[in-house]
């Protein structure tokens, strides 16, 4: 029997119960009543277009280039402003001000280049960031202005007066100065500037490359499997990994086709290291991971590989077993090719933990309306933070797609705290990633005596609502949700005096803290028992449910934690002193140390690593940001996840700060204590340890 029939059937049966139930359901707080609406389209033709975000500029593509040129005009009087002033916080203000200025519009661009559906916005946007960055690179090795702020520096009697931030944000923004080459002389500061540009082609090139699919003739395929790929004349076009396919040849040809060497590619990874390389020991760095972690938790390539080797040596024993459980069921899945392949570990771990613990996604789905999350996600900040998710409709062109959401940050004392736009459902030109942008980062105008408030966006890939059920999310889209708005909130609880360290401006290995922090509070029956409700009868989510969701995390979850570290030791290799020998060399000397799983002659997986752009040196980071936020949710929100103390104190010491202070600095506030590597890879390691308590409730239900 449909749903809709099941529904028609309760309702003639059973009305008096139905009033009840529906009443249950319906009645949403406006936030979830915003978010499980359907979306009317908006009729906006008699009203003025005011912009997109509400800048005035921006109702046509032809404004980016106004906003621009405004932008940059004001940053010549700004840069003469931080060029005379006398040294002190003024000379700071100054800085940050003319941060500001550019970032406000460099940042919306960078938005819009890659989400604006319309692709005169997008082309516009794009022009807009190429010209903002040639502009910050000669900003960053403007000797003048240079001078200006080293004065400061340099002066021990002006540094003693200068608050920690505002210390912090100097040394930060000569830190941008000396890793573009700014303290060598003209003809070295060339070769950096050079240098600089040539790795901005280098870095779009490789990440363009790094998703392009491959492709194979049809005949050498067999046919029976031609249907699993894209058909592309007389080839196969192979786009993506297939991991999921329950098809072991499937998984196998798409693993060797998609992963077989680009010659092209290869050689733009390795010029691409060798530049990355030689640009760090222009500017006094041993490495580029040496340049690239000043600053982090972390700190330095050392510390980075030390906790990787520790990691990967207290997981070992379990690490074999889940190995095993993997080789077993693949004999039992194929008795005449039993060998584990690189390509049978993500299908065969998904295998494993459906059969222990029956987590088909559709079983969850019902419970986690969008409109319910978003609801659940509002208890939780009103609860801990006081601070209230309120919809709020934007202005006309406000919004690039009638589909986006517009939220109002409010706390109950301090009012505004800003704005979250959620770009949540798939649109066909839209990048298929979860991702939050900051817009405008949060800062105190000396010039009007107002804090600029901070604004973001959200960026989902829901399925649209439908016109009999609203949008269902998988218990994965739920933590992705949970995950993303912690990053908003770090943005939004953050009262930084300056823009450059607003939110997640703040060192990678910390950033990502906040937000998987979040998917803790997603996975504990406290919190989700507050909204998780069935969209159609208003039952709750039972408990057992979710605790064997939480439990099937830990099945093969040393495997799954290694193939990580692998990735982030390759990383950290890459980015040491080069090697005569190949990225290819390398990467299959690390996966038989770091891994296990054979290597397949013939493949590249490193020319499919994508983050090597965004995350180079610092892949470590997920792995470092998990361990501290077990920390943080073992120590101080286990026993209680809604208290309003400890979350005022997480506020307090982690998340007000952005990066206007030293990582270990907030971790140690929040913990009351410094952490170590050891302490890092226990809780990791802790974390694989099964709950006893689930397998009591299963047994009993």
């Not at 975000?53 to 005009?73: D, I, M, R, S």
């Not at 301090?414 to 298929?432: A, T, V």
């Not at 609880?493 to 990502?512: I, K, M, P, S, W």
């Not at 493949?603 to 361990?627: E, P, V």
């Amino acid at each position: 029997m449909s749903a809709c029939k099941r529904l028609l059937y309760f309702t003639v049966k059973h009305r008096s119960l139905w009033t009840y139930v529906r009443r249950n359901v319906t009645t949403w707080s406006p936030v979830g009543a915003a978010f499980n609406a359907k979306p009317h389209r908006r009729l906006d033709l008699p009203k003025k277009h005011g912009g997109l975000f509400g800048v005035p500029e921006l109702n046509c593509p032809a404004g980016f280039q106004v906003a621009t040129k405004a932008a940059l005009e004001s940053t010549k009087l700004l840069v003469e402003k931080a060029c005379s002033c006398a040294p002190g916080v003024e000379t700071v203000a100054a800085f940050d001000q003319l941060s500001d200025g550019l970032c406000k519009v460099a940042d919306l661009a960078d938005f819009v280049k890659v989400a604006h559906p319309d692709p005169a916005f997008r082309e516009a946007a794009e022009r807009t960031c190429i010209e903002i960055g040639t502009v910050v690179e000669k900003l960053n090795t403007n000797v003048k202005l240079c001078k200006s702020l080293k004065n400061l520096l340099d002066n021990p009697d002006v540094v003693a007066q200068l608050d920690p931030d505002t210390r912090r944000v100097a040394e930060l923004f000569m830190f941008d100065f000396e890793i573009s080459g700014i303290h060598l002389d003209d003809k070295l500061r060339k070769e950096a500037v050079a240098l600089h540009v040539k790795l901005l082609d280098l870095n779009n090139e490789f990440l363009v490359g790094s998703h392009m699919p491959n492709r194979i003739a049809r005949s050498a395929i067999p046919e029976h499997l031609h249907l699993q790929f894209a058909n592309e004349g007389s080839f196969i076009q192979v786009g993506g990994l297939h991991a999921d396919s329950p098809d072991d040849l499937v998984r196998e040809i798409a693993y060797r086709i998609y992963l077989y060497p680009n010659a092209d590619l290869m050689e733009c990874l390795e010029e691409l290291l060798k530049c990355r390389y030689k640009l760090a020991k222009l500017v006094g760095y041993e490495s580029y991971s040496h340049r690239a972690l000043k600053g982090t938790m972390a700190k330095t390539p050392e510390t980075v590989m030390s906790f990787l080797q520790l990691l990967t040596d207290k997981l070992s024993e379990r690490t074999e077993k889940d190995f095993k459980m993997m080789r077993d069921m693949k004999k039992k899945l194929n008795p005449r090719n039993s060998e584990l392949m690189p390509w049978d570990h993500p299908f065969l771990s998904g295998v494993l933990r459906a059969e222990r613990y029956n987590i088909e996604p559709s079983l969850y789905s019902p419970y986690l309306s969008l409109g319910a999350c978003m609801e659940g996600l509002n208890n939780l900040f009103s609860q801990l933070y006081g601070v209230s998710l309120m919809s709020e409709p934007p202005s006309a062109g406000e919004v690039w797609s009638d589909d986006v959401r517009k939220l109002a940050v409010v706390h109950e004392t301090e009012g505004l705290l800003g704005y979250i736009y959620c770009d949540f459902f798939h649109r066909s030109d839209k990048p298929h990633q979860d991702c939050h942008f900051t817009i405008r980062g949060g800062r105190q105008c000396q010039e009007t005596g107002q804090y600029q408030l901070p604004v973001v966006v959200l960026m989902l890939s829901l399925p649209q609502p439908t016109k009999s059920a609203p949008t269902l999310l998988t218990p994965g889209m739920m933590e992705n949700l949970f995950h993303e708005m912690g990053h908003a909130m770090h943005s939004m609880l953050g009262r930084t005096r300056y823009q450059h360290v607003t939110g997640t401006r703040c060192a990678t290995d910390f950033a990502e803290v906040p937000s998987i922090l979040m998917e803790y509070f997603a996975t504990d029956y406290r919190v989700i028992s507050q909204f998780a409700r069935h969209y159609e009868t208003g039952q709750p989510l039972p408990e057992s449910m979710v605790a064997r969701l939480c439990e099937s995390k830990k099945v093969c979850g040393a495997a799954d934690t290694q193939l990580q570290i692998f990735y982030a030791v390759l990383d950290q290799i890459y980015h040491e002193k080069p090697q005569n020998r190949s990225t290819t060399e390398i990467l299959k000397e690390m996966q038989q140390k770091f891994y296990g799983l054979p290597y397949t002659p013939n493949t590249a997986w490193q020319l499919r690593f994508s983050h090597l752009i965004g995350y180079g040196a610092k892949y470590y980071s997920y792995l470092m940001s998990r361990a501290v936020a077990s920390m943080v949710w073992k120590q101080c929100f286990i026993q209680d996840p809604l208290n309003r103390d400890m979350g005022e104190r997480y506020r307090r010491e982690m998340l007000a700060h952005g990066g206007a202070k030293e990582p270990m600095l907030m971790v140690e506030g929040m913990l009351q204590r410094r952490p170590t590597i050891e302490d890092f890879v226990d809780a990791l390691v802790s974390e694989l340890n099964p709950n006893f308590e689930t397998f009591i409730m299963d047994s009993e239900n």
